[in-house]
């Protein structure tokens, strides 16, 4: 009997897979890299079909790892990025950047080449900012939609169809142009409300001819919905069986909140908070009713599980941030796991012998912007504080307070979603720093929450399971699965003796972001 499951999930940098039992058990893990062409700071793009390829090398590996047969698998879900995919009408690849190999076809998340695009869509007023926190980010699908017609024209009138990067690999794997409810609604502006597309607010962005172009389905699939088996070419290149169901998938950080909330979802008003911490950190909050924030995306309608609406708080550059100052110091390097484990360490050293290790070093971390809660995509970084040191240590200082600093945009974005009515005592942790020790103490003791780190190795390819499990119909729902496969986690209280110090750290902070204002207006 097939009752395997695999989840995938791609990220900024690799293609993650795993197999899992129906309870939950990681059996067996790969992961591939995926390439990245940055030719701009404020532009990143991937190449979708060496995305596809590492997937199914990842899914081959984590096969192996678990010694597991194609007949054992009962279904796969997909979670991913929210990077936009364009394809022809034929099907085939072609540039987002004008004069650009053809096989760099997405335009990644963090891409943020549609700024004045997005400010023209807040300038609109537009009812459909109201699930956006009142702002419009480059993140999101339509500015990057609207910057294709402008600057790429060959392009957009060469486009046959669109998609959200979770929702291209359903379509490479079953042919279905199924959308996922989570990337149409929380990336592209879909229902919320109306339940359908914003033809009005399309047509004031001109994209009134978005819909058909793209070919984008009037409804959404709920995640974890079972789509279709396999096509016999995807089997053959995933190492599965055709036989193999494939669910509608998720945003990447939103499966890492299934995995972590989910089983949270019917027991209480007001649910704990989960914050999904790797590249970037989305801070993700559940609620039986919709409660709109300012600067915050959402509120969105059932866009991990129905009858729950979702807001999400974040940043833009995080790990990201971190992996920037190794490169950029000139005692760094290639910001490897190595390298990062050993900066860490050296760290720990250094505050063992001074515990107010560096503390006249500050650092604003908006280097690619502040999603939220200023959601000003053109806010910069800012450090004050600096010396002519060049050494490792020096590194190990400037990395240090660059961590303090995104822990402590943490606690602006925790502080307004307290305002609004959400309990910022308890913070899940999923993404790649859970795996961090050093990270955790620091969430925890910088913003006041008890960091609960997740037992399962991998939350989020543990979401992804979890719409296998749904798809397949091993549990009678998406939330039945949530709660069947949940792994628990183990709490981290942050230290009261730590306390005084972020607090001037934080107020430090909000001056320098005051600063910052002022001289953006002088």
């Known amino acids: 009997m097939a009752d395997l499951l695999v989840g995938v999930d791609v990220g900024t940098g690799s293609a993650r897979a795993g197999v899992f039992s129906p309870a939950g058990r990681l059996l067996g893990r790969a992961e591939h890299p995926i390439a990245m062409r940055r030719p701009d700071p404020l532009v990143a793009e991937h190449d979708s079909e060496n995305i596809w390829r590492a997937v199914c090398a990842a899914v081959r590996g984590a096969m192996a790892a678990a010694a597991a047969r194609p007949d054992q698998v009962a279904a796969i879900g997909f979670d991913a990025t929210c990077s936009l995919v364009v394809r022809g009408a034929d099907g085939a690849p072609f540039a987002v950047s004008p004069g650009a190999d053809a096989k760099w076809d997405t335009i990644a998340w963090l891409d943020h080449r549609a700024i004045a695009e997005a400010e023209e869509c807040t300038s609109t007023g537009d009812a459909a900012l109201g699930h956006l926190g009142g702002v419009m980010s ?36 079953t042919g279905s142009i199924a959308r996922s409810r989570s990337s149409l609604a929380c990336k592209w502006s879909w229902g919320n409300g109306a339940m359908g ?82 590249t970037s950190n989305s801070i993700l909050a559940l609620s039986p009713e919709p409660r709109r924030v300012a600067g915050v995306w959402g509120p969105y309608e059932a866009a991990i599980l129905p009858g729950v609406w979702l807001l999400e708080a974040g940043q833009s550059a995080t790990g990201g941030l971190l992996d ?33 290790f560096a503390a006249d070093l ?119 699965a949530a709660a069947a496969m949940d792994q628990g986690g183990t709490p981290r209280p942050p230290d009261p003796a730590l306390r005084s110090g972020y607090d001037r750290d934080y107020r430090i902070m909000r001056e320098m972001q005051r600063h910052r204002q002022a001289l953006a207006a002088m």
């Open 362 to 480: 500050h650092v604003l971390p908006d280097f690619h912007g502040n999603r939220s809660p200023l959601a000003d995509p053109s806010a910069l970084g800012v450090i004050s504080g600096l010396r002519l040191d060049a050494d490792f240590d020096g590194l190990c200082r400037l990395y240090w307070r660059t961590a303090v600093a995104v822990a402590l945009g943490m606690r602006h974005n925790l502080e307004v979603l307290a305002a609004a009515g959400f309990s910022a005592d308890t913070l899940l942790l999923g993404g790649g720093h859970s795996r961090n020790d050093l990270l955790i103490a620091l969430y925890a003791d910088a913003t006041g929450a008890t960091i609960v780190v997740p037992n399962a190795p991998d939350a989020t390819l543990l979401g992804s399971a979890m719409l296998a499990a749904a798809a397949a119909g091993k549990h009678p729902s998406l939330a039945d």
């Open 138 to 173: 480059p993140e999101m699908q339509l500015p990057k939609l609207m910057w294709l017609k402008r600057h790429a024209p060959k392009t957009w009138a060469a486009l046959g169809s669109a998609f959200d990067l979770c929702d291209f690999l359903t379509w490479k794997a």
């Open 324 to 356: 920037h100052v190794i490169r950029w110091h000139s005692a760094g390097g290639e910001p490897t796991a190595e390298r990062h484990g050993k900066i860490v360490a050296r760290i720990a050293e250094l505050r063992r012998t001074d515990p107010n």
């Open 197 to 278: 597309w914003p033809r009005g607010f399309l047509a004031r962005l001109g994209l009134d001819d978005l819909v058909d172009r793209a070919a984008l389905p009037e409804a959404a699939a709920a995640p974890g919905s079972d789509l279709r088996p396999l096509t016999a070419a995807a089997a053959d290149a995933l190492g599965l069986a055709p036989a193999t169901r494939v669910a509608a998938g998720l945003i990447d950080a939103h499966a890492g909140a299934l995995a972590i909330l989910g089983a949270r979802a019917g027991t209480a008003s007001d649910r704990p908070l989960c914050l999904i911490a790797g």
